[in-house]
């Protein structure tokens, strides 16, 4: 079949306004920077397109830039970023449409690669973070997978490693679903009432768009 279901939709409730430098600078300082002991924020960069990157985004005077015996370069950020926590969370749900995108779209310039129709594919130990980086991607048009690259390994000191990719494709083919049918004995099925009709919905992993609504 032909038919295509949506996997995404754009997220209109959050009215907070960042600043779209704001937005990516989080999404850095999520992916490469820390606090030092005076709670300034750095980052530390062997990649030459990451150095470039920062600064752009800083803007003139916004960075000081250090560089190191080893061949790396250590940058202190000026520009003063609101608290945030180092991962994302549900305050991002208090941001507009254009801050949101602004942040999911630039993952792909930090601890992500390209490659194909993937926009990009992020990596990370927090499962909180890559949980709430798949939800937002599905809040700004875009679709997203999670998985698990590497299971814990406690004997190397390792942890569980992360996967979250994010691409263009917004539907899936009705052919590619694999259905189930179950028959149960009589019972109330409750469903949430939304404004629009329609919710977002996640089940083992994956994201998807629902609108039963009327007939819960």
Known sequence: SS?????SGLYVSGDKHILDNEARLL?????????????????????????????????????????????TVTIQLHTKLPTYEKEAGAYLL????????????????????????VQCRVSTVKPNHAEWLQTIAHLVGKASQRNIIREAQPERNKQTLY?????????????????????????????????????????????GITGNCNYG
């Open 3 to 7: 038919a295509r279901i949506p996997k």
């Open 27 to 71: 999404a850095a300082y999520q992916a490469d920077g820390y606090l030092d002991d005076r709670g300034r924020c750095r980052f530390h960069f062997r990649k030459e397109r990451k150095v470039k990157r920062l600064v752009d985004l800083a803007g003139e005077g916004g960075t000081t830039c250090y560089d190191n015996s080893d061949g």
């Open 94 to 117: 208090d941001w507009c449409q254009s801050s949101l995108s602004a942040f999911i779209d630039e993952l792909k310039y930090w601890d992500g690669n390209r490659s194909g129709t």
């Open 163 to 207: 996967g979250v990719s994010v691409n263009n494709r917004t539907c899936a083919r009705l052919s590619s679903m694999k259905y189930v049918h179950r028959t149960r004995s009589p019972e109330k099925v409750f469903c949430p009432q939304t404004s629009t009709g329609y919710f977002m919905f996640r089940r083992n992993g994956k994201i």
